[in-house]
């Protein structure tokens, strides 16, 4: 008997949220596109809004009608991880999915 291909599940109303997923591993992977091919609303938390506007750019036209979106977040700094929390409770929507994908670097000193 054949294997069959997995599918991606229906995630039609979910809301997934994507450190890294601007540039690098996290783009590369597609994981943020994939999310949003399968229904998902996603939103980039992202350091550097013009490379997150690029990236939600590259993804609305892979998959036109998405519903992706960058917020700002700088994992660096805890009051901005609080500000991005805060920001997301106030637009009052349960995040389903929570990727914890980005990387901090800190120079050798």
């Given at each position: 008997?054949a294997?069959?291909?997995?599918?991606?599940?229906?995630?039609?109303g979910k809301?997934?949220?994507?450190?890294?997923?601007?540039?690098?591993?996290?783009?590369?992977?597609?994981?943020?596109?994939?999310?949003?091919?399968?229904?998902?609303?996603?939103?980039?938390?992202v350091?550097?809004?013009?490379?997150g506007?690029?990236?939600?750019?590259?993804?609305?036209?892979?998959?036109?009608?998405?519903?992706?979106?960058?917020?700002?977040?700088?994992?660096?700094?805890?009051?901005?991880?609080?500000a991005?929390?805060?920001?997301?409770?106030?637009?009052?929507?349960p995040?389903?999915?929570?990727?914890?994908?980005?990387?901090?670097?800190?120079?050798?000193?």
């Amino acid at each position: 008997m054949a294997k069959s291909a997995p599918t991606d599940p229906d995630l039609t109303g979910k809301l997934a949220v994507v450190t890294g997923g601007s540039d690098g591993i996290g783009f590369g992977f597609r994981l943020a596109g994939r999310l949003v091919a399968a229904g998902a609303e996603v939103i980039l938390p992202v350091r550097n809004l013009a490379k997150g506007g690029d990236a939600v750019g590259r993804i609305k036209a892979a998959q036109p009608g998405s519903r992706v979106s960058t917020r700002e977040l700088d994992l660096s700094s805890l009051d901005s991880v609080e500000a991005l929390a805060a920001t997301l409770i106030a637009e009052g929507r349960p995040v389903h999915f929570l990727v914890n994908n980005a990387g901090i670097m800190e120079a050798a000193g």
